[in-house]
Nanobody, 122 residues
Framework: QVQLVESGGGLVQAGGSLRLSCAAS????????MGWFRQAPGKEREFVAR????????YYADVVKGRFTISRDNAKNTLYLQMNSLKPEDTAIYYC???????????????WGQGTQVTVSS
């Protein structure tokens, strides 16, 4: 079992930056592909980015490509999401999650954190 705890959210002005972290418990972090998702009020949870076991492969939703960067440090059991050039439409609760396959579908992710709120003001 893996427990995930996100941090780093907050309030930022449009154009600003935030870095989210996702700390994982257990010794199996490096055995999981990892993903970031977000959910805005009244909307479905949507894929943001994902990364392979080693961190060599990454994939992004078109709406964040070029602005967000996903990375991981397997020695620290931590996943990151660097978010630059933030827009008001990026406002959402951001979640990290684990998967045994590389996929954008949240249904294929097994363990989830509690989420961290990101609010971007205009």
């Amino acid at each position: 079992q893996v427990q995930l705890v996100e941090s780093g959210g907050g309030l930022v002005q449009a154009g600003g930056s935030l870095r989210l972290s996702c700390a994982a418990s257990g010794r199996t972090f490096s055995s999981h592909h990892m993903g970031w998702f977000r959910q805005a009020p009244g909307k479905e949870r949507e894929f943001v980015a994902r990364i392979t076991l080693s961190g060599a492969g990454t994939y992004y939703a078109d709406v964040v490509k070029g602005r967000f960067t996903i990375s991981r440090d397997n020695a620290k059991n931590t996943l990151y999401l660097q978010m630059n050039s933030l827009k008001p439409e990026d406002t959402a609760i951001y979640y990290c999650a684990t998967s045994t396959i590389m996929t954008n579908n949240p249904r294929n992710y097994d363990y989830w954190g509690q989420g961290t709120q990101v609010t971007v003001s205009s």
